[in-house]
């Protein structure tokens, strides 16, 4: 199952209100900021970073996403995501309303099993009387999505028919490596069976010279080889020089680059 994402409402206190426009109209983030709403929860899901619905109108304005007197243009989605890394399509270009037989759920819902997420565009019908993107995460008989309007068990936990129904088009998220587990995972199972075998043979460290004594070889190349030690930049690494806190500090932080966790750590404030 894919894991829930980072829930936001547009209608929060905390931006409702703030302009999401373009000149010639007074809309708000409350009143048309869905699209990049949706977009905004699975941008700080993925990257750990705070992203909220503020941030992503801002973006969706300044890069001339907004459509006059309407909401965000589709074409919205794909860049915005680009921004930060993250894959991201329209799926279907055919409008699916009124067609719950359509091939394209199908496409869509496998999709979600395969580990993406899906932005949909719903039609008039339960989830808006209009225009509306939700977040979609999973299908089990239900559809489970985020609303960015709503806190409703019937629009969060819709009628798969009844959202077959009412949605127009679907925009897949690559978020395979999150829900399924990344490499990360087995690149810090072997960083971890690589310093068991070091410390089984550290019994000695003789010399104070930049070579490394001969059963710690392959351990510092693979360090080097790794980016975890990095020198003074002329090819020095002082293997047998006592070592500092500072640099201590540097392995670790270059320890946790190469698992891709330094990013992933919380923002201070």
């Known amino acids: 199952m894919n894991k829930k994402p980072v829930s936001y409402l547009q209608t929060d206190k905390r931006w409702k209100d703030k302009p999401y426009r373009v000149p010639g109209e007074s809309s708000t983030i409350g009143s048309a900021g869905c699209g990049p709403t949706a977009a905004a929860m699975l941008i700080e899901t993925l990257t750990g970073k705070t992203f909220t619905p503020e941030d992503a109108c801002k973006w969706s304005v300044d890069h001339g996403y907004k459509a006059l007197k309407q909401g965000t243009y589709y074409a ?3 860049p915005q995501f680009a921004a930060f890394g993250i894959p991201c399509d329209q799926l279907n270009w055919t409008n699916t309303y009124g067609k719950p037989d359509s091939e394209n759920h199908a496409k869509a819902f496998d999709m979600l099993k395969q580990g993406y997420y899906l932005i949909a565009l719903m039609g008039k019908g339960l989830w808006t009387s209009g225009g509306h993107f939700v977040v979609v995460w999973w299908e089990d008989g239900k559809v489970r999505i985020n609303d960015p309007a709503s806190t409703k068990e019937a629009r969060l936990n819709g009628d798969l028919r009844t959202f077959k129904s ?22 810090k199972d072997d960083f971890d069976m690589d310093i068991k075998e070091a410390q089984t043979k550290m019994t000695s460290c ?5 070579n490394p004594t001969e059963w710690a070889r392959e351990a510092t190349e693979f360090c080097i080889r790794k980016g975890i030690f990095a020198g003074d930049g002329k090819g020095n690494f002082g293997w ?3 070592i500092t806190r500072e640099a201590v500090a540097q392995i670790i932080y270059n320890t946790l680059g190469q698992l891709g966790l330094t990013d992933k ?3 201070e404030d």
């Open 76 to 78: 919205y989605f794909k």
């Open 166 to 187: 009412q949605v127009k088009y679907y925009w897949w998220i690559d978020a395979r490596a999150y829900n399924n587990g990344s490499n990360a995972d087995n690149r």
């Open 206 to 210: 003789d010399g104070t010279g930049n």
């Open 240 to 242: 047998q020089q006592p």
């Open 265 to 267: 750590m919380p923002d």
